[in-house]
């Protein structure tokens, strides 16, 4: 039976239930309601799968369709709620888990520079927007005091959850495209915890009541820390002897740090009176239990655990967010919705796009990294949860996020699949605008190079580290030519030369003297190309230089044909290299020569962790 059958069939007992289901077979209400969430979104999310849809917007209709503008079929909602409570407490501590600070800190300066900036204009812009709007007389799109606010803190984040999976299912986190993008989503994050940390303020936006907000969480903090430290490392030591107690520690530690930031209240009450609440709420003590323990080497082993469970609340979370869109009454919510996408998508060209460039990004990867974070926030989606709770938010201007999310989630495929191609629609009006390829001048002088490495990734990257050791001499005949300007200082700085090109240009690779090299060593996989493959890259070498021995990787075996008939002289597969290399590691552990084996590759190569590679 495939998935549209079974959708078929669902519809179908949605319409005409049986007296069994509506009467819910006497089973408690909660058990009920829970069941019913889960078997809609598992049936919308294996047509979700087939189709390529986002789970997250999969889950969110789901919740429409079993919430009051669907078929109503929740018999309590509260329950629904309650379980969707717990599950944001997850998902917030697993984001937790997973900032590491330290990587936030050695970032590189575009990444630093766009994500101090990149939040605060989005959120001024989105204001302005609906200050226009309001200017203009369309009072009735934003009734709401915070309306304008809350526009623009939707507008300023990204999906976190759906472009990370993107770049894993491309094999692209490790590009230049995918570390811009990963970084700034970190910085975005940054942000959202400090608007969670500011939103209960938000009724009565005074400089003592965020700095008594702030005050709150440095208290929990403090205190996470010092139980991290001296408490929490000692337990999981002990808890590690049963790695099943692994999780139920995770989520004790989880709540206790939840229950102590809802207790501040009571402490401070105690010692002296305060204008507005000290306690820090659910998710953000959450997120905190999950940072301070990121660091403890069990931390990876928590995630999984833990991994598990929060899927399940998630979905309900989800899912009860779909739940909580009320029946739509007039097209304002539609047309809030609507504008959310457009401003949304906009924003990225006006405010992503140049800061990614200005502050040193090549205009490639500048505008494919924007492109490809052109969805909203699941966090938009957590801080609309919480609008909504604490009064800022009407139900119905609190959806517009929800259907807004759902749009650019559907688009965010598209996004990705065709970046390279957008861009190239782009380029044309980009230099227009004063948006330029890095300079000619930044190029090497003149210098008889013979020695051709199209694209650097880690391949690339571990070979001149190669050549550099063991024949330094011939790194004044090696020319790299990629479109990352921002690791050609670090490949000039090892003796080769560099010069910016698109491999796709069969002009830039002329200018750039392939026809006149004596060998062409293509390292990028197909996978990461853009705009070519390694069968055209070869067959175009081959017209302009006949001479050229030719050196390329395939990614599976039967492409080394294609690749030989296109005119490579030697086609190499790297995870067949890498097995002939365990097939040695493993006959010399048989024959007891390892650590042998080891000393002599580190005679030979140096040790692995001392290597100094241009891509780490």
Request: a negative charge; one cysteine or more.
């Amino acid at each position: 039976m495939d998935a549209l059958t079974m959708f078929l069939l669902f519809a179908v007992t949605l319409l005409f239930p049986t007296p069994a289901l509506a009467a819910g077979v006497a089973l408690p209400p909660l058990v009920y309601d829970i069941g019913i969430c889960l078997f809609v979104a598992s049936v919308i999310g294996i047509v979700a799968v087939r189709v390529g849809m986002p789970s997250i917007a999969a889950f969110l209709i789901a919740g429409i369709l079993v919430g009051p503008i669907g078929f109503g079929l929740i018999t309590e909602p509260k329950n629904i709620d309650t379980i969707a409570e717990l599950g944001f407490i997850l998902l917030l501590f697993m984001i937790g888990l997973e900032i590491d600070v330290r990587k936030i800190m050695s970032s590189g300066k575009i990444i630093i520079i766009s994500g101090v900036f990149q939040y605060p204009l989005t959120v001024l812009l989105g204001i302005g927007v609906v200050k226009l709007c309001l200017f203009l007389g369309l009072d009735g799109l934003f009734p709401g005091n915070y309306d304008a606010l809350y526009f623009g803190i939707f507008l300023a984040g990204s999906s976190t959850l759906l472009v990370i999976k993107l770049f894993q299912e491309r094999f692209e986190l490790g590009t230049e495209s995918g570390r811009l993008a990963l970084g700034l989503l970190v910085f975005q994050d940054i942000w959202a915890i400090i608007v969670l940390v500011l939103q209960p303020t938000f009724h009565a936006p005074e400089l003592s009541s965020a700095l008594i907000s702030f005050f709150g969480m440095f208290i929990l903090v403090a205190i996470s820390v010092a139980l991290a430290r001296g408490v929490v490392v000692r337990a999981f030591k002990w808890l590690a002897k049963e790695p099943q107690m692994i999780f139920v520690g995770a989520i004790g530690w989880c709540f206790t740090i939840v229950f102590v930031g809802s207790s501040l209240d009571y402490v401070a009450g105690y010692l002296f009176e305060l204008p507005t609440s000290l306690s820090v709420g659910s998710g953000m003590s959450a997120l905190i239990a999950g940072m301070t323990i990121a660091t403890l080497p069990y931390s990876r082993d928590i995630i999984a655990k833990v991994g598990i469970v929060r899927d399940f609340f998630i979905v309900l979370f989800f899912v009860g967010l779909g739940m909580s869109i009320p029946e739509i009454q007039d097209y304002s919510v539609v047309i809030v919705a609507v504008m959310l996408v457009f401003f949304g998508l906009l924003a990225r060209q006006l405010i992503f796009f140049p800061l990614f460039y200005y502050s040193g990004g090549d205009r490639r990867h500048a505008q494919t990294s924007a492109i490809r974070l052109a969805q909203l926030s699941e966090f938009g989606l957590v801080i609309a949860f919480l609008g909504i709770q604490q009064g800022h938010l009407s139900k119905e201007f609190g959806s517009t996020i929800i259907f807004a999310f759902i749009a650019t989630a559907l688009l965010t495929p598209f996004n990705f699949k065709n970046a390279y191609k957008i861009y190239g629609w782009l380029a044309p009006a980009l230099e227009k605008l004063g948006f330029k390829e890095p300079p000619a001048e930044i190029e090497d002088e003149e210098v008889e190079t013979d020695i051709v490495l199209l694209g650097f990734h880690r391949v690339a990257s571990s070979l001149l580290h190669e050549v550099s050791v063991h024949r330094p001499e011939l790194m004044k005949r090696i020319l790299v030519i990629d479109f990352n300007v921002q690791i050609h200082p670090a490949i000039r700085k090892m003796g080769a030369s560099v010069k910016y090109g698109d491999l796709a240009s069969e002009q830039t690779l002329r200018h750039a003297g392939v026809d006149r090299a004596s060998v062409i060593v293509a390292t990028i996989p197909d996978e990461i190309l853009r705009g070519t493959n390694n069968r055209t890259l070869v067959h175009d070498l081959r017209a302009m230089n006949e001479n050229a021995v030719i050196i390329v990787n395939a990614e599976k075996p039967k492409a080394a044909d294609e690749l030989y008939e296109a005119g490579a002289d030697y086609v190499y597969l790297t995870r067949v290299h890498t097995a002939r290399a365990l097939d040695k590691l493993i006959e010399r552990t048989l024959d007891g020569s390892l650590s042998s084996y080891r000393d002599e590759q580190e005679k030979t190569h140096g040790k692995i962790q001392e290597r100094w590679e241009v891509l780490d």
